[in-house]
């Protein structure tokens, strides 16, 4: 019972003092902090990607792998802010970067044929490790530069980072507490319905405080978007921590990493942004009819 007393404590805290030095990053609009804090949270994770994979025998191409992240998180920050022509040239970006990344993996393997086991699972799971955190993590800093919005950007991304984390609490502090029916016992043993509705119970009432309570801030986010877009959050936040479930029960461990103190890695603490951020990414295009 004190073990798992601790263990709360230390979640709790862990995740008060990283999302806290973000959110006041956010709230202060210090943008190269917050590219910064994304780069290393975005990179770190797929470190730990890899490692899992590398721990059930695969070869993992992973300088390959670090080089496009890095590429990717530098080339929006430089689209959006240094060069001249805009963010209009940075789809023909990603295009280079993507058919770059391939042609390298595939040099790797042809390079190194006789030396791999099994050189098509490397790329692909080379690729998926980038795609699935480096790819998916961009989006929150898509958002952080996103223009034309009728709101702060920082504001977009103070909701989504406090919507998906509130959500993530609900779920383990109801399912903790309450849960006795399995969700899907053969994915997480632990995950229960009870918590999933507690998740989005929290993420609702966090849609609907946040643009009351920092009104000022969320000036020009309607109040009815917040709290529909909240419920959906809440959901897809949940299928994204199931879905990290996946990658950490396919290679038998309990977390990603041991970096965080109660939580485990960087990959367990940003599970549910991977897909959160991206949904309200696109809510952003389709709503004020952005070009990405």
Same mark, same amino acid.
């Given at each position: 019972m004190l073990k798992e007393e601790s263990s709360f404590y230390s979640r709790l805290l862990s995740s008060l003092v990283l999302w806290g030095v973000i959110l006041i990053a956010l709230l202060f609009s210090l943008k190269i902090l917050e590219m910064i804090i994304f780069m290393c949270f975005g990179l770190v994770a797929q470190e730990e990607f890899y490692r899992m994979q590398q721990a059930k025998g695969h070869k993992i191409f992973r300088l390959a792998g670090f080089t496009a992240a890095f590429c990717l998180y530098l080339g929006i920050w430089f689209f959006q802010n240094v060069h001249a022509v805009g963010y209009s040239f940075y789809p023909?970006?990603?295009? =280079?970067?993507?058919? $770059?990344?391939?042609? =390298?993996l595939f040099g790797q393997v042809i390079w190194n044929w006789d030396k791999l086991t099994n050189p098509i699972a490397s790329i692909a799971l080379t690729l998926l490790g980038f795609f699935y955190v480096a790819f998916l993590f961009s989006f929150l800093e898509r958002i952080s530069f996103c223009k034309g919005l009728p709101f702060n950007a920082d504001a977009a991304l *103070?909701? @989504? @980072?406090s919507v998906t984390k509130l959500s993530d609490t609900g779920a383990f502090l109801i399912g903790k507490n309450f849960g006795s029916h399995l969700l899907i016992p053969h994915v997480s043993p632990k995950k229960t319905w009870e918590g999933l509705g507690g998740g989005i119970f929290f993420s609702f009432l966090a849609?609907? *405080?946040?643009? @009351? $309570?920092f009104s000022k801030f969320f000036? $020009?986010?309607p109040l009815i978007d917040s709290i529909l877009l909240s419920v959906v959050i809440g959901i897809i936040g949940a299928v994204g921590d199931l879905a990290k479930s996946v990658v950490k029960r396919d290679a038998h461990v309990k977390d990603s990493g041991h970096v965080i103190p109660g939580i485990g890695g960087l990959l367990d603490l940003i599970d549910s942004l991977l897909l959160s951020g991206p949904f309200f990414y696109f809510y952003c295009l389709f709503r004020y009819h952005l070009y990405p």
């Open positions: 023909f970006f990603e295009q =280079i970067l993507y058919f $770059g990344l391939l042609t =390298i *103070f909701y @989504i @980072i849609g609907t *405080f946040l643009p @009351i $309570g000036v $020009g986010f």
